[in-house]
């Protein structure tokens, strides 16, 4: 737990020190071709500008307006570092960095090049791609926070070491377990920061999209790819294991009691099974988050089996094999 509070610390240090470097740094890029003063505002009406700034204004309370907004996310975070507190801090940081972020480059592309303030244009095409990405930033960030995980349910008093539950008559219980790994979560902040700042610059016009695509592209595959791989949750209940990843609980795999032949907890390493993440090896399939114990399951009609990284394991496969006793019986 100690190990994923400080990754979301420093995924969060990571993003506001990287908005901030984009919000100050790209009037004062390409300020050689920006005029004295920027437009900063248009008239709705007739698209002409009505309000302006100096360039180091334009430059700098952007961002310091995001700072502040960092800070006041992030003290929930700071203090405790709960559970509750790192998706809050993320539905606040993602949305509102994406919004600073793309209207500074609106703003400057608006000015790029312009001899005075007066003669920049409304962008009214960068502006509705703006709002998109911040609709689709602020979805991001609500489900993020209201995802809601699962509690272990009343075989928490059970012997952690009995080879299967017994399920008392008219109750029902739950396991509940998920992994992190923290260096799969500040990769994908990384990545994903490089993605933005390379989509701002192609916005704010700084540089040829053929040089750019690429790149934006890759980066936000990357990210993507290891912010979806950087989490699992395990959930077994009467409806059997249901495997989710990322902070969105999506992509998941389900198998019914009736669909496992066996359930066991065993110890797996890296090198096992050929490293960290989603991994196909002569073992089957296991999600790597960290080395040690893995719930294991072996589908029925398969040879191979599937694990998942997770704490508690042999409490869930003891439950598993109790459901699915009571399916058979």
């Not at 998920?178 to 540089?207: F, I, M």
């Not at 599937?306 to 009571?326: H, M, Q, T």
Request: with cysteine; aromatic share 6%; hydrophobic share 50%.
């Amino acid at each position: 737990m100690r190990e994923t509070t400080v990754a979301a610390r420093t995924t969060a240090a990571v993003w506001t020190a990287g908005v901030t470097a984009v919000l100050a740094g790209l009037p004062l890029a390409v300020r050689d071709r920006l005029p004295d003063r920027l437009a900063t505002h248009w008239d709705l009406g007739g698209g002409a500008p009505d309000g302006s700034m100096p360039l180091w204004a334009a430059s700098f309370v952007p961002a310091l307006l995001w700072l502040v907004s960092a800070a006041a996310a992030s003290v929930p975070l700071l203090r405790g570092g709960t559970r509750a507190a790192r998706p809050w801090t993320a539905a606040v940081l993602l949305p509102v960095g994406v919004v600073l972020g793309g209207a500074q480059a609106v703003v400057v592309r608006a000015n790029l090049d312009r001899a005075d303030w007066h003669e920049a244009r409304q962008p009214t095409a960068w502006l509705i791609a703006l709002l998109a990405a911040a609709v689709l930033a602020s979805v991001a960030g609500l489900l993020a926070t209201t995802r809601r995980t699962a509690t272990r349910g009343d075989g928490a008093e059970q012997e952690a070491d009995a080879p299967a539950l017994e399920i008392p008559e008219g109750r029902r219980l739950v396991w509940f377990s998920r992994t992190a790994n923290p260096w799969l979560q500040l990769l994908a902040a990384v990545t994903g920061l490089v993605a933005v700042s390379a989509l701002v610059a192609l916005v704010g016009g700084l540089a040829d999209p053929g040089d750019l695509w690429a790149l934006i592209v890759g980066c936000a595959a990357a990210s993507l790819a290891c912010a979806v791989f950087s989490s699992v949750q395990a959930r077994v209940s009467e409806r059997g294991l249901e495997v989710s990843f990322g902070p969105l609980a999506w992509p998941r795999r389900r198998w019914a009691p009736g669909d496992i032949d066996t359930a066991r907890a065993e110890v797996r390493r890296p090198s096992q099974v050929g490293g960290w993440g989603y991994r196909l090896s002569g073992l089957g399939t296991t999600v790597m988050l960290r080395a040690g114990d893995c719930l294991v399951i072996r589908p029925r009609g398969r040879r191979t089996d599937f694990a998942v990284s997770v704490d508690d394991a042999e409490r869930g496969a003891a439950l598993l094999n109790a459901l699915r006793a009571d399916r058979t019986s």
